[in-house]
């Protein structure tokens, strides 16, 4: 993502009064850790929205990684578990399966 795309999403969130989070998922964000962590930092302290992401890898997968583990720090609710179809309930909230979890970090 490009140093204007970057500041085009936090001026669109900035000026938008109707928005009270930031979604990151799909094309898991913690696949390229080294690209996410300089990104969700900016966009959680320059905007201070709540930020929810979306994961393949589990929480505890997550904290065992000395390059992914920083990440969680600006995270605000993670949903954690790959998507499983055998799992799959269109009654679930903010998850797809029943193995996936929504975690509260902050």
Do not use: H
């Amino acid at each position: 993502m490009t140093r204007e795309k970057i500041e085009e999403f936090i001026e669109a969130i900035n000026s938008n009064p109707l928005l009270d989070g930031i979604t990151f998922s799909g094309g898991d964000p913690f696949y390229s850790p080294e690209d996410f962590l300089p990104l969700i930092k900016e966009f959680s302290e320059r905007t201070g929205q709540n930020i929810w992401c979306y994961t393949g890898y589990t929480y505890e997968e997550l904290l065992e990684d000395p390059v992914r583990r920083p990440i969680l720090s600006y995270i605000n609710v993670l949903v954690d578990g790959r998507f499983e179809q055998s799992l799959y309930s269109p009654k679930l909230e903010f998850r797809g399966s029943s193995n996936q979890r929504i975690l509260k970090l902050k």
